[in-house]
């Protein structure tokens, strides 16, 4: 398990209390630490192909890059000796599982998410109990470059407001805060990857995949995000005393990312905190439509904490 580590201080404690909407606010003055480093190691084509294929998993989704498989998609142009992913969009499963002290509690998610755009719409549900209360409506949720917009955040907030937060201005650019990790965030993140190790091929949902394992590095990450993206993460690499992050991602036959677990360790002066981010990408093509809260309906008044 790789650590990392928030800087102290205000800042990093407004982070930790909102963390996963409410549910990690026992977080309050991260710190940890840890690191990796290393390089690719040969998959069964050889060299360096799981580094190059996991680096490339976030631009293949885009649709700007090809594809590093030789399997086929309805509708692809075939690009050289690849083919370009032409999907773009997804249907999109999160889970956020936390433990702390000998409790476990799981925040999941489920909706759309376009990735030419940068922009999606997800449920996220809180567990029973999370907050002291028996049920808890869901969160909608709205993912864009630089911004997160949640309706139903929390006590206090008109129901028909949403509440905008700068993931620019995040110590963790959205990693966590939301209770789920945006989509295009875990694959950009692979971007940074330093470390991978091919584990084998194996079946997810009817589809085979190649699974890989590695280390990420949010810095690297940042520096060759794609512009809607290099906000958050570099917003997150500068609030990270250590910024590696242990994963595991699975790509099918055309370079598209299927699945991708990231692996984050807080400690603060009680029991240390594991938060284990998992984004399931099925579904490809499928309509995404987001429109995105006018002026008018944005809250701005204080919000209670769950």
């Not at 390089?39 to 680096?55: I, P, Q, W, Y």
């Not at 984050?264 to 995404?288: D, R």
Request: hydrophobic fraction near 40%; proline fraction near 3%; include cysteine.
């Amino acid at each position: 398990m790789v650590v990392q580590q928030h800087r102290s201080g205000g800042g990093a404690r407004a982070v930790c209390a909102l963390a996963v909407v409410g549910v990690m606010a026992a977080t309050a003055g991260c710190s940890g630490g840890g690191g990796g480093g290393g390089r690719a190691m040969a998959d069964e084509r050889g060299g360096a192909d799981s580094l190059d294929a996991v680096h490339r998993a976030a631009a293949v989704l885009a649709g700007t890059v090809s594809g590093t498989g030789t399997g086929t998609v309805t509708g692809a142009a075939t690009a050289g000796a690849g083919v370009r992913s032409v999907a773009g969009s997804a249907e999109v499963r999160t889970s956020m599982e936390t433990a702390a002290g000998g409790t476990r509690v799981t925040i999941r998610g489920r909706g759309t998410y376009d990735f030419r755009n940068q922009v999606g719409r997800l449920k996220v549900v809180l567990p029973e109990d999370a907050a002291g209360e028996d049920e808890h409506r869901p969160i909608t949720e709205l993912l864009a470059p630089g911004a997160l917009y949640m309706m139903n955040r929390g006590a206090g907030v008109p129901a028909d407001k949403w509440v905008r937060i700068d993931t620019t201005t995040l110590e963790d650019g959205n990693l966590v805060t939301g209770g789920v990790t945006d989509p295009m965030a875990a694959a950009e993140l692979l971007r940074g990857a330093r470390q991978v190790t091919y584990v084998g091929r194996t079946e997810l949902a009817g589809v085979v995949v190649r699974h890989y394992r590695g280390i990420s590095d949010i810095g690297r990450a940042a520096r060759e995000a794609s512009p809607e993206s290099r906000g958050a993460l570099a917003a997150a690499a500068k609030g990270f005393h250590t910024d590696t992050v242990p994963f595991d991602a699975y790509l099918d036959e055309q370079g598209r990312l299927r699945k991708v677990r990231h692996r984050f360790s807080f400690a603060n002066e009680g029991p240390a905190v594991e938060v284990v981010s998992t984004t399931l990408l099925y579904g490809f093509g499928v309509p995404v439509s987001v429109r995105l809260p006018d002026d008018r309906d944005i809250y701005t008044g204080k919000i209670q904490q769950r």
